[in-house]
């Protein structure tokens, strides 16, 4: 159960009772231990009642506010203090962590490079490729190709391979895009648009 802030008016009185009782008890007892009264009567009287008042107060307490139905689990705490004494969880072993062996790294053979110049910063726009159009330059760009002069240094095969892996299908085949290529790379794109004239669809 909770904790019980306040007293019922019940608990109470029952407490006044037993605390007069023992009031009354202690003082028969010092008038018996000091013989201050020759009357004994009268000290035995008041430690009957004394007594007699104890026991209808602890009595009529336990019959009025059966306090056993009340009580809680005392394995579940519920309130302050119980808890504090609740046994802490036992703390998860911690494994060990054994170091793995150190084993040599063995060399592994470089795949070879393809030969793509590097990249400069600023990409070229391979569109004005005749053939490549925006899905083509988007894969040719996700591969690392971004530049005329990657275009140029490059096979047909090698570029047709770099669009195919990124799953956009060729209409044309790109045998002119190296040519092409290698003239916008040069800056000559008067001679790109008499070669761009004379191909149909990049062929």
């Known amino acids: 159960m909770p904790a019980q802030e306040k007293l019922t008016p019940t608990e109470q009185n029952f407490a006044y009772l037993i605390g007069l009782g023992i009031a009354i008890t202690i003082v028969a007892l010092l008038l018996i231990g000091l013989g201050t009264i020759d ?5 035995t009287s008041l430690l009957i009642v004394g007594i007699a008042l104890i026991v209808l107060g602890v009595g009529g307490w336990l019959i009025m ?21 609740a046994p802490a969880e036992e703390a998860a072993p911690v494994a060990e962590v054994k170091a793995a062996p150190v084993t040599e790294a063995k060399a592994v053979p470089a795949e070879e490079a393809a030969p793509v110049p590097a990249a400069p910063a600023a990409p070229d726009d391979l569109t ?31 570029l047709e391979q ?9 209409v044309g085949n790109a045998a002119n895009w190296p040519q092409q290529a290698a003239l916008a790379a040069a800056g000559d794109f008067a001679a790109l648009a008499e070669l761009q004239a004379k191909l149909k669809g990049g062929v």
């Open 39 to 43: 009357n004994a009567d009268i000290t």
């Open 65 to 85: 506010v059966r306090p056993w139905e009340r009580f809680d689990d005392l394995k579940t705490p519920h309130y302050a203090g119980h808890d504090a004494h």
């Open 128 to 158: 004005l490729i005749e053939g490549i159009g925006p899905k083509s330059a988007a894969a040719l760009n996700e591969s690392g190709i971004t530049t005329f002069a990657q275009v140029a240094a490059m096979t047909a095969e090698q």
């Open 162 to 170: 770099a669009v195919k892996e990124r799953g956009v299908r060729l």
